[in-house]
Nanobody, 113 residues
Framework: VQLQASGGGFVLAGGSLRLSCAASGTDFSSAAVGWYRRAPGKQREFVAG???????SSVASLKGRFTASRDNAKNTVYLQMNDLKAEDTAIYYCNFIERPVAWGQGTLVTVSS
């Protein structure tokens, strides 16, 4: 089982991106899935997540800007990121929250001010 994040890229400060997380080898429609990021020189941190019922959560500092969601028909989890800031520059990953699997390569988000 592997989860792969995609959709990263270069964006100007204030812009938006939507990342996607797709799973291979499993149906993760009922699983809690989290989004994480690792900024240059920092440790990986949790940013937002969505549980099986669709309830979402975000770290307090990102509430209102980052929102996780899921489309079970597409077996995909999303991270909508709005009003991006330079400090959001990082590699973004997705993984199961309760029983993480090996980390994928992630997707790089670069925000230029």
């Amino acid at each position: 089982v592997q989860l792969q994040a995609s959709g990263g890229g270069f964006v100007l400060a204030g812009g938006s991106l939507r990342l996607s997380c797709a799973a291979s080898g499993t149906d993760f429609s009922s699983a809690a899935v989290g989004w994480y990021r690792r900024a240059p020189g920092k440790q990986r941190e949790f940013v937002a997540g969505v549980i099986g019922g669709g309830v979402t959560s975000s770290v307090a500092s990102l509430k209102g800007r980052f929102t996780a969601s899921r489309d079970n028909a597409k077996n995909t989890v999303y991270l909508q990121m709005n009003d991006l800031k330079a400090e959001d520059t990082a590699i973004y990953y997705c993984n199961f929250i309760e029983r993480p699997v090996a980390w994928g390569q992630g997707t790089l988000v670069t925000v230029s001010s």
